[in-house]
């Protein structure tokens, strides 16, 4: 099966820095999207980023832009999200996820729907003090 685990979640004080990491084992080639959601209590599931896999381009919700930063390690099979500057708004559990290869960039200017993503893992916790 997929394997979908994500690290590097832990507390942090206002203003500082976090890299997170999904080792996305088996999910190889290209032309497919992965991305990054959270959801913090209470509240809806927000898609934040996201990165397609052949085209190379990336997008951003308004609320992470400029200090959030997408990027993969196609030989590790790995996705990061090196978060910056970060506030007690970004506490949430963040997932990675991907969505079926053979997918060509038909978001190129928009994130991508949480419903056109198969796989998902399973969480990290970032929580992030004032």
């Known amino acids: 099966q997929e394997q979908w685990v994500e690290s590097g979640g832990e507390s942090v004080q206002e203003g500082g820095s976090l890299r997170l990491s999904c080792a996305a084992s088996?999910?190889?080639?290209?032309?497919?999207?992965m991305g990054w959601f959270r959801q913090a209590p209470g509240k809806e599931r927000e898609g934040i980023a996201r990165?397609?896999?052949?085209?190379?381009?990336?997008y951003y919700a308004d609320s992470v832009k400029g200090r959030f930063t997408i990027s993969r390690d196609n030989a590790k099979n790995t996705l990061y999200l090196q978060m910056n500057s970060l506030k007690p708004e970004d506490t949430a559990m963040y997932y990675c996820?991907?969505?079926?290869?053979?997918?060509?960039?038909?978001?190129?200017?928009?994130?991508?729907?949480?419903?056109?993503?198969?796989?998902w893992g399973h969480g990290t916790q970032v929580t992030v003090s004032s």
């Open positions: 088996g999910y190889t080639g290209t032309n497919y999207y």
């Open positions: 996820a991907g969505t079926l290869p053979r997918l060509l960039d038909y978001y190129a200017d928009s994130l991508v729907p949480a419903n056109m993503y198969n796989y």
């Open positions: 990165i397609h896999i052949g085209s190379g381009t990336t």
